[in-house]
């Protein structure tokens, strides 16, 4: 399917800003810390942002334009975590 090809590719050429996901890979020494930044940035209970800190690596923000996602990343690096942006396509 040559044509389904040739119309991915246009896609991806016309959309300049593919969604993408935060991917928390550790949480590093201070996950008190990271448990507080998770719950006032997504909005998510104490009790589940500790739940998705034991169960690494997890996706913490999806479908999210990059510039979220790459202050989300430096934010969670800050307090010590390791943590990546991921494009979806």
Aim: include cysteine; charge should be negative; charged fraction near 20%.
């Amino acid at each position: 399917m040559e044509g389904s090809d040739t119309v991915s590719e246009s896609f991806l050429l016309v959309c300049d800003d593919l969604p993408h996901t935060v991917v928390l890979t550790d949480s590093g020494p201070r996950a008190i810390e990271i448990v507080k930044l998770l719950h006032r940035k997504t909005g998510l209970s104490l009790w589940h942002c500790k739940s998705l800190i034991s169960e690494l690596p997890t996706n913490i923000l999806e479908n999210v334009p990059e510039e979220i996602a790459t202050a989300m990343v430096a934010e969670l690096r800050e307090v010590g975590a390791s943590a990546h942006t991921e494009v979806n396509q």
